[in-house]
């Protein structure tokens, strides 16, 4: 399949740009796979299309106030997004600016904070704090960073609806947004029916929002993410599936982890970089079930979606939605889609 495959329009005003009042008030496209029935629900509902000794995948990684704005020495402006903490006082990081800094270059964030540009790496500029360390610029100066389709600064609200209620290991530049949907009250319900969870971290990089520039998908450079799938996550999994429990990951970043940590078959503890590009034609070892928002066209996370419930009706339940006016990306709705294994 190409990029092109996809494609499809869709209206501006559908993108959501604020949350609504509620965590879990947005509405659910549900989609099974294996009977290709489809019904419009509201996420609430969700606990009704689970099952016993079912198990949650959540991915708690936390959002960084990766964005930081300052200046050259010579004066001129500069925006940081910090991608990576290396150590306490070294970071990679995209920097936009109308050159970019070379090697040596000081950028100033506030009076008495300075980086500097110690080179690059690829498309990342490797940055050493000369004053306070990385943790303690972002938490005084650095801003939520919103994704790029929403269309306003970041404020007080996002600190807090930007961030899943199981965020706790700080290193994302974007939320895991699936988990969004999920506040004490959906928790304590699941809880109640006896649904288990598991957490993984996934440290989501800007290169989420990366566009597939190459329409031949096998050309494309897939982005890199640090992730973590520990030894009792596997083993949950074992349970249930001892169980005859499905395992559901809840958003794209638990899919590529738990695949990720079954590259070679067999699902295993995993601690490292994984560069997984799934599309239609993968053969998923370990998830069963998804919950997840609507993704950008032409995406990667698209493509991951495809994979999971079949090209055509996943292209198919985005008109549907579009139609039927449902909010996209990060602030919006969610699907709850079974898989489809390919013939």
Known sequence: ????????????????????????????????????????????????????????????????????????ESGGRVEILIERLLTANTALAHVRASKAPKAGTRLRITDGAWLLVEGREGDLFRLRALDANFDEQMRQHGHIPLPPYIQR???????????TILARHLGAVAAPTAALHFDPALLARLDALGIARAEITLHVGAGTFQPVREDDLDRHPMHSEWLEVNAQVCEQIATTRQFGGRVIAVG?????????AA?????????????????????????????????????????????????AAIMDAYRHAIAERYRFFSYGDAMFLTRCDPD
């Open 263 to 311: 590259a070679t078959g067999m699902l295993a503890p995993f601690c490292g970089d994984s560069r997984l590009f799934i599309r239609p034609g993968y053969r998923f070892k370990v998830v069963d079930a998804l919950i997840t928002n609507f993704h950008l066209p032409e995406s990667t996370l698209l493509m991951l979606v495809s994979a999971f419930a079949g090209h």
């Open 1 to 72: 399949m190409r990029r092109s495959d996809f494609h499809y329009e869709l209206p501006a005003e559908l993108i959501a740009q604020h949350p609504l009042p509620e965590r879990s008030g947005s509405r659910l496209l549900v989609f099974d796979a294996a009977t290709g029935q489809r019904s419009d629900r509201l996420f609430t509902d969700l606990p009704s299309l689970l099952q016993p000794h079912d198990l949650l995948i959540f991915n708690n990684t936390r959002v960084m106030r990766a964005r930081l704005f300052g200046q050259k």
């Open 153 to 163: 600064p970041d404020d007080a609200l996002d600190e807090t609806r930007y961030q």
């Open 252 to 260: 794209t970043t638990s899919v590529r982890s738990l695949e990720t």
